[in-house]
């Protein structure tokens, strides 16, 4: 069961590209994002790519503590991958799952 929104997290799935992801963060709480791409990002492989929805604003999507919570479907509550990196230059611009 994930921390905060209380979804049963299912076994895992592969993810497509636009599906919307959430995490439960340590840090940030509960994080909402779209999967941009599928394979390497900042040397990790195999990595999902997460882009923050509405563009970005509000709402941080990852932040220093978020490592190793489970990026999940928001439509099915299937696991998806581990948040292990974010945007470090503040910007907030994406996320990064293994």
């Known amino acids: 069961m994930a921390l905060l929104s209380g979804v049963r997290l299912m076994p895992p799935v592969v993810p ?11 840090t940030t709480g ?25 563009g970005g ?3 941080l999507i990852s932040d220093r503590g978020d490592s190793g919570a489970v990026w999940y479907s ?7 991958g581990l948040h292990v990196a974010g945007d470090v230059s503040g910007g907030n611009r994406f996320a990064v799952a293994a």
């Open 16 to 26: 497509a590209i636009n599906d919307v992801l959430e995490k439960s963060g340590r």
């Open 30 to 54: 509960i994080t909402r994002a779209r999967v941009q791409g599928i394979g390497t990002f900042h040397g990790v492989f195999p990595a999902i790519h997460l882009r923050p929805l509405h």
């Open 57 to 59: 604003t509000g709402t």
């Open 74 to 80: 928001v439509a099915s509550g299937a696991a998806v």
